[in-house]
């Protein structure tokens, strides 16, 4: 037995939730194609995604510890992961289409640069009055552009619904920039549960990192509400906590935020009365969200982690020199452009010298982005 796409999209229209977005309903390609014959629109959106040069560089990307600090800690790509993994667990509880979730979730950090949110912020400053650098726009950039991977058209020619959920992330470090795509509208349920689904791990992974780190630990967050339900609910005083029981801790806090997360975002749906795609994205609110008190729980842990994990001084100290090492490059690359590799120069025709220079420095890992800088500017480097 086998399942054709048609039947696929039958299914869809079996389980999925009236307002939930359905893969044959698709406001299609920029570039007319012919769609897989076992694969929905978004499945096979999902699978380009994957098979992407971006995608497999996110393992050397930053989250919040450059990649030299050790092994276990978060990378960009395994933080896509985790967030692709809490949007499918959304997505199947509310009736949402799973494969859309999926497909926003991992693409939704293709564009961040190397060094996580502080090389955002120097590119952003660098590219200022050369149309800025924002890392939504940038995904949409890669997926729609800068990845040649077919002969008949630039980028990977994704369905409409996942480059509108790609602009429209959002988050409380990320503000979607949707002028393209009906900015009158929210994103769709599917983008929603993606924006969601990012805050919940990155809180969560991030507290995870901190404690395995050392920079944070149980004793700084006596008096935080979430920790002290959570340590009474696993059932744990000690100070030390040994490995076994942090894991117990983050996936206890995982389990609470997404139960909530679907409970209060179940009860929105019922009171909104929507029974469309566009009903819901038309509504003055996302009804995506936590409870008001889980709401007022996060805000505690997050101011909790900026103050004491962000901002601490061993992040704040690669902060400044990945910002010193992405601004070097830049200038560097602008004052010489033929130090560039070839297939580099090639786009500054097209894209203009600034615009290349930052395409390519957006898309290093940290990694290479340090080997470049040392290549640059160590003289006992060989170029």
Partial sequence: ???????????????????????????????????????????????????????????YKTQVFINDEGDYYRTRLTH????????????????????LVETICLAHDLGHSAFGHSGEVALAHLMKEHGGFDHNKQSLRIVTVLE?????????????????????????????????????????????????????????????????SGMITPRMLEGITIWEILIESVGVRDIDLDDLTRHRIIRRLIGLEVSDLIEATYQ??????VHSVEELQRLPYNVIGFSEDMHRRNRQ??????????????????????????????????????ILPSHVQERIEEFGVERTICDYIAGMTDRFAVDEHQKLFDPGVKP
């Fill in 80 to 99: 896509t992961l985790e967030v692709a993994q809490i949007g499918r667990t959304a997505a199947r509880a509310l009736g949402a289409n799973e494969d």
């Fill in 1 to 59: 037995m086998f399942f054709s796409r048609q039947q696929l999209e039958n299914f869809e229209d079996q389980i999925l939730a009236p307002y939930a977005c359905r893969s044959k309903f698709s406001k299609g390609r920029a570039y007319p194609e012919d769609e897989a014959d076992y694969r929905t629109t978004f499945q096979r959106d999902r699978d380009r995604i994957l098979h992407t040069t971006a995608f497999r560089r996110l393992e």
């Fill in 268 to 273: 929105r749906l019922k009171d909104s009365h």
């Fill in 148 to 212: 040649r991977r077919y002969p008949d058209f630039p980028g990977l020619n994704l369905s409409w619904e996942v480059r509108e959920g790609i602009v429209k992330h959002e988050s409380e470090y990320d503000i979607a920039d949707a002028s393209d795509y009906n900015p009158d509208l929210r994103g769709n349920l599917e983008a929603q549960i993606c924006n969601a689904a990012d805050e919940l791990a990155y809180t969560a992974h991030d507290l995870d990192d901190g404690l395995r």
């Fill in 301 to 338: 842990i997050k101011d909790f982690l900026y103050a004491n994990l962000y901002r601490h001084h061993r992040v704040m100290r690669m902060q400044t020199k990945a910002e010193r090492i992405l601004s070097d490059l830049f200038n560097a690359y602008r004052l010489e452009p033929a």
